[in-house]
């Protein structure tokens, strides 16, 4: 059974540190990986989304990495801003039956 | 281009009662999922609709179903609902091809209380 686990489950940083998001999964069948944030009582939005055979993806002060051998990815984001300040959630798309399955999140709060 | 829109935006029903959600994914959108995100559980998929037929489910018992219409838009039933029930229900919905490789993109939700 696929697991995903974010580390650490609340980070709290000043503005402008750079930081890394942890996501671990168990089952390395995976399609591909995206990395969402969530404003409180809001839908998600997607970040970036790496697919099984790449390593990694960048948009703007986000880098995302993949490992699947290891099942791990990480998510950079450089240059902190207090509008950063979100649920960050990572999520695999299995190969068998393609589920999606979510981690419990990383709640970030960057301090102006 | 407009996103995934969801309706309505708050739901409140009492123990017993049948729920209705709709969802209408972005344009050219021709997979649709739902989820169940209940506090303190995190995000739990419930169902996978592409191209009008139910794809996979997850964990939840049979009261939960669902259709997709032919203009893809989606609707979530839930029948004799119980206080646990109570969630925020999330839709997305990504490009065809079994929708398997492309990113998710999701609505804003629906709120269901249950009294």
């Known amino acids: 059974k696929q697991e995903v686990t974010q580390i650490p489950a609340a980070l709290s940083v000043p503005e402008g540190e750079n930081l890394v998001l942890n996501c671990s999964f168990t089952?390395?069948?995976?399609?591909?990986l995206q990395w969402f944030r969530q404003d409180p009582g809001k839908g998600l939005t997607s970040l970036l989304l790496?697919?099984?055979?790449?390593r990694e993806q960048t948009s703007g002060r986000l880098n995302a990495s993949l490992d699947k051998s290891s099942g791990r990815s990480t998510l950079y984001i450089a240059a902190s801003q207090p509008g950063d300040s979100a649920t960050y959630l990572c999520?695999?798309?299995?190969?068998?039956?393609?589920?999606?399955?979510f981690g419990a999140g990383t709640r970030l709060f960057v301090k102006a | 281009e407009a996103g995934v829109t969801q309706s309505p935006t708050h739901l409140i029903k009492t123990r017993g009662q049948q729920a209705t959600l709709r969802c209408s994914p972005i344009s050219g959108h021709t997979s649709v999922y739902w989820y169940q995100q209940a506090l303190g559980l995190g995000l739990q998929f419930l169902l996978w609709?592409?191209?009008?037929?139910?794809?996979n489910r997850g964990n939840f018992p049979p009261r939960f179903s669902g259709r997709q219409f032919p203009n893809y838009s989606s609707e979530l039933n839930v029948n004799a609902l119980e206080l646990e029930d109570s969630a925020l229900y999330l839709c997305?919905?990504?490009?065809?091809?079994?929708?398997?490789?492309?990113?998710?993109?999701f609505g804003d939700g629906t709120r269901l209380s249950i009294l």
């Open positions: 609709y592409d191209e009008g037929e139910e794809r």
């Open positions: 997305a919905s990504s490009l065809g091809t079994g929708g398997r490789d492309q990113p998710q993109h």
């Open positions: 089952d390395s069948a995976i399609y591909n």
């Open positions: 999520a695999v798309r299995q190969t068998g039956g393609f589920k999606t399955i």
């Open positions: 790496i697919q099984s055979s790449q």
